[in-house]
């Protein structure tokens, strides 16, 4: 697990960066650092469950947000017919930047949920005794 969190330190702090010309650089800055701190922290076996759910619901909820947004996932599945994501990083079609956002919350939230499932396999692994 502590390589899988280091890949995504970096991940998420690298994405994070590249917000920095983002029109909205306020806002998903710190979503990609909060990933990258609770990656961080459970490298360190420091898990929080306030945090973890703070990100589960600020994930998922925005994710859920931008799916049903008027140029979010859903208008680019079916209106769009799922134009390709990866053309040009200068998303000028803003049904391309809404659906590449709800792939990065969905990705942070998938990290913030292994972390999380680890965690709590490792808290409730109970001692085999042969004798009970």
Known sequence: MKVFNILFIILFVVSAGL??????PYLWMPIY?????????????KYYPLTYFIGFGGYLGYAIYKVFDR???IDWITVH??????????????WIE??????????????????WIV?????????????S
């Open 98 to 115: 809404e659906a590449r956002e709800f792939f990065g919350l969905l990705i942070c939230f998938i990290v913030l949920l292994i972390n």
């Open 119 to 131: 965690y709590k396999r490792y808290k409730y692994r109970l001692p085999k005794n042969r004798f």
């Open 71 to 73: 140029n979010g996932v």
């Open 81 to 94: 017919h799922e134009e390709s994501l990866v053309q040009t990083m200068k998303a000028q079609k803003p």
């Open 33 to 45: 650092l909060y990933a990258a701190l609770l990656c961080y922290l459970a490298i360190k076996n």
């Open 19 to 24: 917000q920095y010309n983002d029109p909205d």
